[in-house]
T-cell receptor, first 115, second 109 residues
Framework: NAGVTQTPKFRVLKTGQSMTLLCAQD?????MYWYRQDPGMGLRLIHYSVGEGTTAKGEVPDGYNVSRLKKQNFLLGLESAAPSQTSVYFCATRTGTGGYNQPQHFGDGTRLSIL | EDKVVQSPLSLVVHEGDTVTLNCSYEVTNFRSLLWYKQEKKAPTFLFMLTSSGIEKKSGRLSSILDKKELFSILNITATQTGDSAIYLCALNSNYQLIWGAGTKLIIKP
């Protein structure tokens, strides 16, 4: 039972390159989230999904796209990477059972550097 | 605008000390307040608080919420080096969590 798995763990990109980060969960959770974490700024929500086939913008969505074609996977794409997107990216999931007050569970993160 | 402010931003204490971490907030639609511990990788869930004055406790860690004064505290007694981490406070507002910047706690042997 892996929980929340993020791939890759590390990546270095050049400005203008594209890439996709994958989040996979085996907990059958409805809600999935992508965050970025920068020093001194806490976690900021990029995009989220409340179920298969749905996505919504968070606090800092510009420069990112997402897709949730299957319930267990949530993909984060960078179409044209910029140095400002250098960050640690976390995926989180939450069950929809039991109301809003359920904790989010996190993957181990992807450290992304844009040169 | 919903906001979460944690203090202090960093704290260095000696093993065996007791520490108190603070989280104050402003929110339009309060559902719950959560505490997480982040060591090297993923934040891990500690507590969820929904009601004022009811202490949540797990071993040497405890937390309490004051919905009138809009803050929560996280206490750690008899600290150990393994408690060194970033402690994150988050506010549950509808579908999303709003995060504080965290308190970096360092426990010296």
């Amino acid at each position: 039972n892996a929980g929340v798995t993020q791939t890759p763990k590390f990546r270095v990109l050049k400005t203008g390159q594209s890439m996709t980060l994958l989040c996979a969960q085996d907990m059958n959770h409805e809600y999935m989230y992508w965050y970025r974490q920068d020093p001194g700024m806490g976690l900021r929500l990029i995009h989220y999904s409340v179920g298969e086939g749905t996505t919504a913008k968070g606090e800092v969505p510009d420069g990112y796209n997402v897709s949730r074609l299957k319930k267990q996977n949530f993909l984060l794409g960078l179409e044209s990477a910029a140095p400002s997107q250098t960050s640690v990216y976390f995926c989180a999931t939450r069950t929809g059972t039991g109301g809003y007050n359920q904790p989010q569970h996190f993957g181990d993160g992807t450290r992304l550097s844009i040169l | 605008e919903d906001k979460v402010v944690q203090s202090p931003l960093s704290l260095v204490v000696h093993e065996g000390d007791t520490v108190t971490l603070n989280c104050s907030y402003e929110v339009t639609n309060f559902r719950s307040l959560l505490w997480y511990k982040q060591e090297k990788k993923a934040p891990t869930f500690l507590f969820m608080l929904t009601s004022s004055g009811i202490e949540k406790k797990s071993g040497r860690l405890s937390s309490i919420l004051d919905k009138k004064e809009l803050f929560s505290i996280l206490n750690i007694t008899a600290t150990q080096t393994g408690d060194s981490a970033i402690y994150l406070c988050a506010l549950n507002s509808n579908y999303q969590l709003i995060w504080g910047a965290g308190t970096k706690l360092i426990i010296k042997p």
